[in-house]
């Protein structure tokens, strides 16, 4: 008999390849039965700012999801905080996005975003993607401001934000309403499965979304044609793709560099190890 396993996706293009995996068969050839559900059934609604209040989340933490994607940083931070799962691999793509300002914006470089208020998913990738380029285009973190806005795209459009922190398919949306884009935006992603999926299920998971990336490798149209299924056929020419690196085992060094840039940033209280948080075997 199959095993299930219950997934939440975001309905993004850089969580497509397990719905690829799903709709190929290959979650079902490695005797898994994967229950795949995209976005939060409540919407921008169900973004709220508190990520443990979050719809994946509380799934999680009441038994009713098994597995879910989530930003390198976020899963570090979900499972100290929520005391639940373990991450058991670095997830298949590498995500992209941007900053972006309005047609109109005075704004052209990260430097003249300094203390001004970008749209962001609290503690969510385009939070902390947007902290690392802030920095890296050597604006101070005292002086990186970012605001949370369960729909981002509508808090630049209407003009509540300067600039927002997007990823697809809300990037092409805001060039499409004649955006700019300011800066690019890079990061990955972590997966964290419950304590109740050992390492042999872990180990299909994995090897059933690497058989996903080499068929989305097979040709661009076809990438294009999954992973940007959200936007509208005649945008997805142009879009933001993420970089297929498959999925990856989470090492202890890489793991301690981005729990030491947290910890600095009072994002986590302590630091969690590595054996409490990795599924290593």
């Known amino acids: 008999m199959a095993r299930t396993i219950r997934l939440q996706g975001d309905s993004n293009a850089h969580d497509r390849p397990w719905r690829v995996a799903v709709e190929q068969g290959f979650f079902a050839e490695e005797g898994l039965d994967v229950v795949y559900h995209e976005d939060n059934p409540k919407g921008a609604e169900g973004r709220v700012k508190d990520f443990a209040h979050r719809w994946k989340e509380t799934q999680l ?98 003009g509540r934000n300067e600039a927002a922190a997007l990823m697809e398919p809300l990037v092409s949306r805001a060039l499409e309403a004649r955006c700019r884009k300011i800066a690019d935006l890079r990061w990955r992603g972590g997966i964290v499965a419950g304590e109740d999926v050992d390492e042999e299920t872990a180990g299909k998971l994995r090897r059933a979304l690497n058989r996903a990336i080499e068929w989305l490798r097979q040709n661009e149209d076809r990438s294009r044609a999954e992973l940007l299924r959200d936007l509208k056929p005649e945008l997805r020419k142009d879009g933001l793709l993420p970089e297929l690196t498959g999925v990856k085992p989470y090492q202890s060094a890489e793991f301690k560099a981005k729990v030491d840039w947290m910890l600095e940033r009072g994002f986590l209280q302590a630091a969690p190890s590595y054996e409490e948080t990795v599924r290593t075997k």
């Open 61 to 158: 933490q009441h038994g009713a999801l098994e597995v879910y994607p989530v930003c390198e940083w976020g899963a570090i931070e979900r499972v100290q905080r929520l005391g639940k799962g373990k991450i058991i691999g670095l997830d298949a793509t590498v995500r992209t996005g941007a900053i972006m300002v309005r047609k109109d914006s005075r704004v052209h470089t990260l430097a003249e975003l300094r203390n001004v208020p970008i749209a962001v998913t609290w503690h969510a990738g385009t939070f902390y993607a947007a902290i690392e380029v802030m920095e890296a285009a050597g604006v101070p973190f005292a002086e990186i401001k970012l605001e949370h806005a369960a729909d981002r795209l509508d808090a630049l459009l209407s």
